[in-house]
């Protein structure tokens, strides 16, 4: 495909939960982000990847959300025994190189999480 | 700490006004900025960036200027129309070390027929 893709486009969890989020990211991007994006907020970061090394996951909320990438190219975030405040938006971006004049990150649709 | 500062929303137009949604930011080092827009039910797009101070970015009849002066970065537009109704994001990247882009809050602009 053209753009970035994530699955499902809505997930619906009750607390306790474990939930796993997919992205495919652009053919050929080596540089893969998400976000998570709050009611009325703009995304917030949650963790980056260079092909399958996570260089930074400062923006994990804690240690229930894990991410990977191992062949490079699909991730999938996912969030263990999962609480309401973790109803949200998670953005997928990927982008050819990180840092730079090309440094442009193009996003997926959004997994709109809502546990009940 | 970095971060992005919008004005809050809504705001709302008549056809062919002129639009000016204000962006400033605090950041270390000499980011690059962007604006992105998300239309109702769609995911967000690029609208337009600028890597370096006084560079101008535009798309779409879409203006912002690098202002690092007053480090701001403040989207202009002469005539919007009715399809402009979105949420836009101004974001930053400091590109290096960590390249994960810092987001304002976004500002929703409706505009009327």
């Known amino acids: 495909g053209a753009g970035v893709s994530q699955s499902p486009r809505y997930k619906v969890a009750k607390r306790g939960q474990d939930v796993a989020l997919r992205c495919d990211p652009i053919?050929?991007?080596?540089?893969l982000f998400w976000y998570q994006q709050a009611l009325g907020q703009g995304p917030e970061f949650l963790t980056y990847f260079q092909n399958e090394a996570q260089l930074d996951k400062s923006g994990l909320p804690s240690d229930r959300f894990f991410a990977e990438r191992p062949e490079g190219s699909v991730s999938t975030l996912k969030i263990q025994r999962t609480q309401q405040e973790d109803s949200a938006v998670y953005l997928c971006?990927?982008?050819?190189?990180?840092?730079?004049?090309?440094?442009?990150?193009?996003f997926g649709p959004g997994t709109r999480l809502t546990v009940l | 700490g970095d971060s992005v500062t919008q004005m809050e929303g809504p705001v709302t137009l008549s056809e062919e006004a002129f639009l000016t949604i204000n962006c400033t930011y605090t950041a270390t080092g000499y980011p690059s900025l962007f604006w992105y827009v998300q239309y109702p039910g769609e995911g967000l797009q690029l609208l337009l960036k600028a890597t370096k101070a006084d560079d101008k970015g535009s798309n779409k009849g879409f203006e912002a200027t690098y202002r690092k002066e007053t480090t701001s970065f403040h989207l202009e537009k002469g005539s919007v129309q009715v399809s402009d109704s979105a949420v836009y994001f101004c974001?930053?990247?400091?590109?290096?070390?960590?390249?994960?882009?810092?987001f304002g809050t976004g500002t929703r602009l409706k505009v009327l027929a």
């Open positions: 974001a930053l990247s400091l590109g290096s070390g960590t390249y994960k882009y810092i």
């Open positions: 053919s050929g991007h080596v540089s």
């Open positions: 971006a990927s982008s050819f190189v990180a840092g730079g004049d090309t440094d442009t990150q193009y």
